[in-house]
C-alpha cells in the first residue's frame, strides 16, 4: 500500500501571495496537514513561515504580518533606485526585505522549522537550486532576488534569483521530493488591470505572475499519473497589481472565501486540471 505524501507548494506572485494565506486559513481549518513545503518567491517567506508554526494560531500571525505590510517595506521606491540600477544592476537594496524576513522567521536555519521546507532559487545558468538547509533568510531572499529588481545572492558557488526562472517550478519539485499528493496554493494574476502597471518593477512582477501560471500548467500536465495535484482557486476579476501592497487584507479574505467554497464542493475530491490556472470572469 502506497503511503500519502502531501506537499504543500506555495506559488510566487509579490503582493498577490497574501491570497495563499487565506488559502492556507481554510485549508488548516479543514483539517488538511501537510508533510512538507515547497515556496518560491513570495511563497518561500509564507511556506517558511507557515513551517514555523504549522496550525491556525501560525496562520493568523501570517495574517497579521501580511496587513501591516506596505511597499516600502520591500521595495523602497526613490532617486536612489535609478543611480542603483546604474551601478548595481538593480532597482532595489535587499537590505529591507532582509530586515522583513529576519524580524518575522523565528528561525535562523531551514532545518529548525517544525515541518521540512524547501526553498527553490534559480542560478545563472537556469538551473533549479533547492534549499532545504541552511541559513533560512539567504535562501529566502535568493528565491525572491527577481531580476533587475534586486541582487543575485551567492549562496556556496552559485548567484540565485528568483525561484520562478527555473525551469522546474515548485510543482515538479514537489514531485521529485517524494509528494504524490501536492495542494498548490497559486496567486493567479491580475486579470482585470484597466492598463500596464506602473514601473519597471510593476511590469517585471506582473510578467512574472503570467510566467509562473502558465508553467504551472504545464507541469500540472507533465506529472499527470504521477502525482496528485489539486490547486486553489485563482481570483477573477482581479485588478490587484503584485506590485500594490495596500490590499493585503481584502485578498486574504477572498482567498479565503474562495477556498472555502472550493472546498464545500468537493475542491479535494478530485485531481485537477492545466485548466485551473486559466483566468476565469
Not at 501560525?58 to 504580518?65: A, D, K, M, P, T
Request: some cysteine; proline content about 5%.
Amino acid at each position: 500500500m502506497t503511503t500519502t505524501r502531501t506537499a504543500f507548494v506555495f506559488a510566487g506572485g509579490g503582493s498577490l501571495g497574501a491570497i495563499q494565506v487565506g488559502a492556507l486559513r481554510e485549508l488548516v481549518r479543514a483539517g488538511e496537514r501537510p508533510d512538507f513545503l515547497v515556496g518560491a518567491s513570495v511563497g518561500a517567506l509564507n511556506a517558511c513561515f507557515f513551517a514555523c508554526a504549522p496550525d491556525a494560531s501560525g496562520v493568523e500571525q501570517l495574517e497579521s504580518i501580511w496587513c501591516k505590510l506596505r511597499r516600502s517595506d520591500i521595495f523602497p521606491v526613490g532617486f536612489a533606485g535609478v543611480l542603483r540600477m546604474l551601478g548595481r544592476g538593480s532597482l532595489f537594496d535587499s537590505r529591507h526585505l532582509r530586515t522583513l524576513v529576519e524580524r518575522n522567521l523565528p528561525i535562523r536555519d531551514l532545518e529548525q522549522a517544525k515541518l521540512p521546507v524547501h526553498v527553490v532559487a534559480t542560478n545563472l545558468s537556469g538551473a533549479t537550486v533547492v534549499l532545504s538547509r541552511g541559513p533560512a533568510a539567504e535562501a529566502v531572499l535568493a528565491s525572491a532576488a527577481i531580476p533587475i529588481a534586486f541582487p543575485s545572492v551567492r549562496i556556496g558557488d552559485d548567484y540565485l534569483m528568483d525561484g520562478a526562472i527555473a525551469g522546474n517550478t515548485p510543482i515538479l519539485t514537489a514531485l521529485e521530493l517524494g509528494a504524490n499528493r501536492i495542494i498548490v496554493l497559486q496567486t493567479g494574476y491580475a486579470c482585470a488591470l484597466d492598463g500596464p502597471p506602473v514601473g519597471l518593477a510593476g511590469l517585471g512582477l506582473h510578467a512574472i505572475t503570467l510566467l509562473i501560471c502558465n508553467q504551472m500548467a504545464r507541469d500540472v500536465q507533465i506529472i499527470e499519473g504521477k502525482a496528485i495535484v489539486h490547486v486553489t482557486p485563482h481570483l477573477c476579476p482581479l485588478d490587484v497589481s503584485p506590485f500594490d501592497f495596500k490590499h493585503s487584507e481584502k485578498l486574504i479574505e477572498r482567498g479565503a472565501q474562495a477556498t472555502r467554497a472550493w472546498l464545500d464542493a468537493g475542491g479535494l475530491d478530485h485531481a485537477d486540471t492545466p485548466a485551473v490556472f486559466e483566468h476565469r470572469h
